[in-house]
């Protein structure tokens, strides 16, 4: 957490996303109606007491009658009125992360968000906790080890204690800004829905009849908000990874008025060879390495798709396609007269393709890169620079599985950020 220096590495899978650790999700509102708790509008407060954490809670909470709305009018008036702190986030530095700096700032990263519910909770006399742990966010998880690289909030209400997420209610990043997205999926979330995405470091905080340990937990996909919201049930997916040989049949349930889109992947290229039939998902997967699923869905009458899910899928003892040439990203492009040209090169391997379980020698020319590294165990290993040759760099890697890798450059010493400038295939 920011409070305690801890910083992480930048994920944004997540197809943007994405999704999320201290930033933000890449979830997407799809037209729900409030049940409960109250108005999607953020309650309005006066000038005076926005300046102050006591009188705001009053201001917030003092009409409401039960716990759970007081809870819910602090949620909404945090998630419309803080912004994520998106470029301190980027450049490493959080600022002030107190409840009072916040509300004076009114923008901070996930350790802010959860301070500020718990300051203002406990003004109002909720009975309120701050949860630290590991999210599946921008920067993903760690492979090792739990990380607290996330914050949020436990409340008792109804009962019983409830799961609430501000940051992640708030909005989500994409690229490296932060847009306002109000997602009510983050207040009083299902404990069991939650697991999927968020996983606290004391696993009291779990709120589950038998806590999930931390393996468990890093092999469950990355499952959004409209896959709970369309009415598919997580037990069916139990696990991130599929293994699978030549084809995939995967069962899937279609509730009513839910239409499905597939998205499948290898080594940066697509397949549209898959259709859903009879409830099930059937794909040819002609070569050996992981492929990418990507699951949407709309509902009756939308007309927008928003993901759902997000899974690997492990192909063994098929072939290996003969041309496996790298893939270069944007980084590699510059503009020379009317046309965009690719400046980077690699010479070694020749032809992009690296066989898993034996160390391979890759060398690389990438100009205008301070650092290269690829990313394993979710850890960047960086590449050596080849001295006597500028913009060479040099690295020898063992990869364990098959399937696509990206190499990254670093363009600024001061930067955070890394992008991707090309992509080869371990098979």
């Given amino acids: 957490m920011s409070e305690k220096k801890k910083t992480w590495s930048v994920w944004l899978g997540l197809w943007g996303l994405l999704i999320m650790g201290c930033g933000t999700n890449q979830s997407h509102l799809a037209g729900q109606t409030m049940t409960g708790s109250g108005s999607f509008v953020a309650p309005q407060v006066s000038a005076e007491a ?56 009114r923008r901070s990263v996930c350790a802010g968000y959860a301070n500020l519910f718990y300051a203002l909770g406990n003004s109002a006399g909720l009975e309120v906790m701050k949860v630290y742990g590991t999210a599946k966010g921008i920067s993903g998880a760690s492979k090792a080890k739990p990380s607290l690289n996330h914050a949020w909030n436990a409340v008792r209400f109804d009962g019983k204690w409830n799961l609430i997420d501000s940051t992640w209610g708030a909005g989500s990043i994409q690229g490296t800004r932060f847009v306002r997205r109000f997602e009510p999926f983050y207040f009083a979330t299902p404990p069991a829905h939650l697991i999927y995405t968020h996983y606290p470091s004391q696993s009291k905080w779990q709120l589950l009849p038998q806590a999930v340990s931390y393996q468990n ?122 046309f965009m040209r690719n400046q980077c090169k690699l010479q070694s391997p020749v032809n992009g393709a690296i066989p898993s379980g034996r160390k391979q020698t890759i060398q690389v020319y990438i100009p205008r890169a301070k650092k290269v590294a690829v990313k394993q165990d979710g ?49």
């Avoid at 600024?412 to 098979?427: C, F, K, M, T, W």
């Fill in 50 to 105: 926005e300046q102050d954490i006591d009188k705001l809670a009053y201001a917030l909470t003092h009409d409401k009658r039960t716990k759970r709305e007081k809870s819910w009018a602090i949620f909404r008036w945090i998630t419309q009125n803080i912004a994520y702190d998106a470029k301190g986030f980027f450049a490493g530095r959080y600022g002030r992360t107190d409840a009072l700096s916040v509300l004076r700032t």
């Fill in 379 to 427: 850890k960047f290993v960086h590449f050596r620079p080849m001295a006597g040759y500028p913009g060479w760099y040099a690295a020898q890697l063992l990869f364990k599985e098959a399937g696509p890798f990206i190499i990254y450059a670093k363009p600024d010493e001061n930067s955070r950020i890394y992008q991707g400038a090309l992509s080869l295939i371990v098979y």
């Fill in 217 to 338: 937990f890093l092999g469950r996909p990355r499952l959004y908000p409209k896959f709970f919201r369309v009415g598919l049930r997580p037990q069916n997916f139990p696990q991130k990874r599929l293994r699978a040989t030549g084809a995939l049949h995967l069962p899937l349930e279609k509730p009513f008025g839910v239409d499905f889109l597939f998205r499948l992947s290898w080594g940066g290229q697509r397949f549209v060879a898959s259709r859903y039939q009879h409830g099930v998902l059937h794909a040819q997967l002609p070569y050996s390495g992981l492929y990418k699923l990507n699951l949407y869905a709309r509902t009756l009458g939308g007309k927008l798709y928003h993901a759902v899910g997000h899974f690997e899928i492990y192909v063994h003892g098929t072939k290996v396609p003969k041309d496996l040439r790298p893939t270069f990203y944007r980084h590699c492009f510059r503009r020379v007269g009317r």
